[in-house]
Nanobody
Framework: QAQLVESGGGAVLSGGSLRLSCAAS????????MAWFRQAPGKEREGVAC????????DDADSVASRFTISRDNAKNTVYLQVHSLKPDDTAVYYC?????????????????WGQGTHVTVSS
């Protein structure tokens, strides 16, 4: 059974950067698309970045507008989300997700496995 463990969240000031990591076990990253979602208090979970099984990334969600970069290291079976120019609106729990297929999608119904989430808090 697949297991995803996120790390790297924390509290930062507006304009700061973080690198979130998602260590995967029980699945091969080159078989599945991997995505990062986030959920802010009182809001729905939204997808922010995705990388397909061949390593191609999807367009960033409008809300993050090229400030976020997803990548992966197949040898380490780890997916990363580099986030720059953070804003208070980026405050959320960030979740790693394994999509049930090789292509990117942000429909939560297509997610096969979720991580437990890592908190990101951005203060002004």
């Amino acid at each position: 059974q697949a297991q995803l463990v996120e790390s790297g969240g924390g509290a930062v000031l507006s304009g700061g950067s973080l690198r979130l990591s998602c260590a995967a076990s029980g699945l091969r990253l080159d078989y599945y698309a991997m995505a990062w979602f986030r959920q802010a208090p009182g809001k729905e979970r939204e997808g922010v970045a995705c990388i397909n099984s061949r390593g191609f990334t999807s367009d960033d969600a409008d809300s993050v507008a090229s400030r976020f970069t997803i990548s992966r290291d197949n040898a380490k079976n780890t997916v990363y989300l580099q986030v720059h120019s953070l804003k208070p609106d980026d405050t959320a729990v960030y979740y790693c997700a394994a999509i049930s297929g090789p292509e990117c999608t942000y429909y939560t119904t297509t997610v096969g496995s979720w991580g437990q989430g890592t908190h990101v808090t951005v203060s002004s």
